[in-house]
Nanobody, 125 residues
Framework: QVQLVESGGQLVQAGGSLRLSCAAS????????MGWFRQAPGKGRDFVAA????????YYADSVKGRFTISRDNAKNTLYVQMNSLKPEDTAVYYC??????????????????WGQGTQVTVSS
């Protein structure tokens, strides 16, 4: 079956950096758009970034543009997000999702087919 496993979340000070990883198995990785979403306590799952199957095109939420970089290694079936200049408002559980979906759906959590269990990122001020 399909498995997505996130890792790399931890406590970090404001202004610091983290790299999250999402290891995928059970699917043809390069066939899937991959996305990062985040969910803060009491809030919905918000779009962070997405990347096409080939890795050629990326999309970002305005709140992270210029600070986060999404990438993928299709040979390793792994998705990444490099997060720099972290802010306390970036604190959330970060999830990776996989889906076969059109561009207009990249930012919609409900359109993704598979999800990981999430990894906690906490940014202290």
């Amino acid at each position: 079956q399909v498995q997505l496993v996130e890792s790399g979340g931890q406590l970090v000070q404001a202004g610091g950096s983290l790299r999250l990883s999402c290891a995928a198995s059970g699917l043809t990785f390069s066939d899937y758009v991959m996305g990062w979403f985040r969910q803060a306590p009491g809030k919905g799952r918000d779009f962070v970034a997405a990347i096409t199957g080939s890795g050629g095109t990326t999309y970002y939420a305005d709140s992270v543009k210029g600070r986060f970089t999404i990438s993928r290694d299709n040979a390793k079936n792994t998705l990444y997000v490099q997060m720099n200049s972290l802010k306390p408002e970036d604190t959330a559980v970060y999830y990776c999702g996989a889906g076969r979906l059109p561009v207009r759906h990249y930012g919609l959590a409900g359109k993704y087919d598979y999800w990981g269990q999430g990894t906690q990122v906490t940014v202290s001020s």
